[in-house]
């Protein structure tokens, strides 16, 4: 199993401002990826998180919104640009190990950001 | 699209008592699953998986089904305890596929 940190665990921000979440993984993952989780629902994929390229997003995000990075392969940030209150959400890092078409999800325990 | 839902959306069960949460998936090409718990304030955490090879798989007082048959899932949970109380998604995944896409959740109220 990988361990998964994340920071800050939670913050609160102001409309127009831009925040930046890290995950670190205590081991070697082939896959990492970001969540979104709005109050009361279930997780919704963000984007892929290529180590060393551009990330891969979902219908509905665009980098522009959420610049990724991950520049080694246990190692990726996430950040909310321009902030309104629609972005207060629980944002999860996650990862999958070392057999890429296989094995189980791992989270952190995620970011709950608030947007006033 | 690939959708996966669930039959309730909330789950209260006596302490002692099996609970079972229910879920439905739509993408036949779907071949892994997974359980997952996410208590209040934390990441979601693994419970258990299941390959589509199989149609059953048992972990520690937790029972997983799988009917590919009628694309659905579901979770046992034996003599249910307080610290069952979270909320539960499943997950599914295509063969080859990087991602998962999850279920809306079910809340599971544990009654004294």
Known sequence: SA?????????????????????????????????RQQ?????????TANQGSEATYESGFVIDKFPISRPNLTFSTLTVSNMSPEDSS???????????????LFFGEGSRLTVL | GESVG???????VQEG??????????????????????ESGKGPQFIIDIRSNMDKRQGQRVTVL????????????????????AVYFCAEKENYGQNFVFGP????????
């Open chain 1, 3 to 35: 361990v998964i940190s994340q920071k800050p665990s939670r913050d609160i921000c102001q409309r127009g401002t831009s925040l930046t979440i890290q995950c670190q993984v205590d081991s070697q993952v082939t896959m990492m990826f970001w969540y």
């Open chain 1, 39 to 47: 109050p009361g629902q279930s997780l919704t994929l963000i984007a």
């Open chain 1, 90 to 104: 629980i944002y999860l890092c996650s990862a999958r190990g070392l057999a890429e078409n296989t094995g189980e």
């Open chain 2, 6 to 12: 669930l039959h309730l959306p909330t789950l209260s």
């Open chain 2, 17 to 38: 008592d099996n609970s079972i949460i229910n879920c439905a998936y739509s993408n036949s090409a779907s071949d892994y699953f997974i359980w997952y718990k996410q």
């Open chain 2, 66 to 85: 799988l009917n590919k048959t009628v694309k659905h899932l579901s979770l046992q949970i034996a003599a249910t305890q307080p610290g069952d109380s």
């Open chain 2, 105 to 112: 959740g079910t809340r599971l109220s544990v009654l004294p």
